[in-house]
């Protein structure tokens, strides 16, 4: 299964916050969708599935444009919006029943597709308990499990990790690294570390723009020379943060370790490091202190 997006571009009045987005997707892989709030990430998820229609371009699947596809093509979709708004009175059971309901799935399948999606997402022994017991990792779970109910062949989840705790972080990212074995599963976020485990292909939107689209591998590997390590003082490290990107600094009792980005060595005892996510983020989306 190929998704396409050719040439696509959202404008909302005068602002453009999509801008000529080519891209493929195909099965088997998380696809980790990056960028600082405000970069266009709930715009593209929302023409991807199809509750949005591009201003300009369109989106293939397997060729053909998912606007003429209409209900053939939502039944191949689950979508976990960043906003999710729960029934709190339901149980975890009752709430899955009633979108399914929702989703035109028959009471014959929907008690037996519940109980599945609710082992997938590890709520089965929560089921029959009342959503505003649940913690946030938990509910956004519980978005998960609605997205999955219909079997989707492509899963799209906005911001799932938002206000998750790092051990919910981590249980959800195993999840989801499980579904995308064989679907299209793509994940916006602005959190980095939300990609540290198997994501197939990274994609970078800044400013409605693609700034880079390729595996987390190659996304450092271009940065192998440019990422340095140097102990400064506090003269130094200013001086530097006017010139330079810096992506991480610790402090010790002998002066500032800053991880530096930059092309040539910064400092004479600045020594080479090994690229990071957070240098990827910091190299396409921090700022620069201008002194
Ligand atoms: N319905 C709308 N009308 C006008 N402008 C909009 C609308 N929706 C989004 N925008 C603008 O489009 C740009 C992209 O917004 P979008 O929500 O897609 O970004 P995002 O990357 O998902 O950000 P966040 O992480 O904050 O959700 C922003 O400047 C936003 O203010």
New binding site residues.
Partial sequence: MILTMDNVSKK??N?L??KEVSLELSSGGVYGLL????????????MIVDISKPTSGQILLNGQSIQNMGDRYRSLLGYMP?RFGFYNRFSAYKFLMYMCSLKGIGISQASARVQETLVTVGLENQAQHKIRTFSEGMKQRLGIAQALLNDPQILIL??PTAGLDPKERIRFRNIIGELGRDRIVML?T?IISDLEFSCKEMIL?NE?QLIAHNTPEEIMNRMKNNVWKAKLNPQQLADLTSHFKVSGLSYESDGIVARILAKEQPVPQAVRESPRLEDVYMHYFGEETKS
């Fill in positions: 909302y009045r602002k916050a999509v960028g600082p709030n405000g970069a266009g990430k709930t715009t593209l998820l929302r960043q906005d911001e916006s602005h939107l409605g």
